[in-house]
Nanobody, 124 residues
């Protein structure tokens, strides 16, 4: 079992920045690939970013490339999502995800644990 607790969401204006945090427990954190997803009202959950076990490799969805940065601190069992130049279309509930079993294809993800989500609202 992996427990994930997100924090850091809020209401900001367009152009502002926010940093989300996700604290993990229950498994050796460095054995988990981690990711962030988001779900806007009326839309399906979508991939935002992912990070490898050591943090040496990252992957981003096109809409957030160049604006968002995913990072992790294995000593603190925490993954972060730094969000800069926020836009109204970034408004969503953001979910932290953990992958406990790595798929054969490393370019795919099999996240199987999810946090409860944190709301990010960007006003224009």
């Amino acid at each position: 079992q992996v427990q994930l607790v997100e924090s850091g969401g809020g209401l900001v204006q367009a152009g502002d920045s926010l940093r989300l945090s996700c604290a993990a427990s229950g498994r050796t954190f460095s054995s988990l690939r981690m990711g962030w997803y988001r779900q806007a009202p009326g839309k399906e959950r979508e991939f935002v970013a992912a990070i490898s076990w050591s943090g040496g490799a990252t992957n981003y969805a096109d809409p957030v490339k160049g604006r968002f940065t995913i990072s992790r601190d294995n000593a603190k069992n925490t993954v972060y999502l730094q969000m800069n130049s926020l836009k109204p279309e970034d408004t969503a509930v953001y979910y932290c995800a953990a992958e406990t079993t790595t798929p054969i294809r490393l370019d795919t993800y099999a996240f199987d644990y999810w946090g409860q989500g944190t709301q990010v609202t960007v006003s224009s």
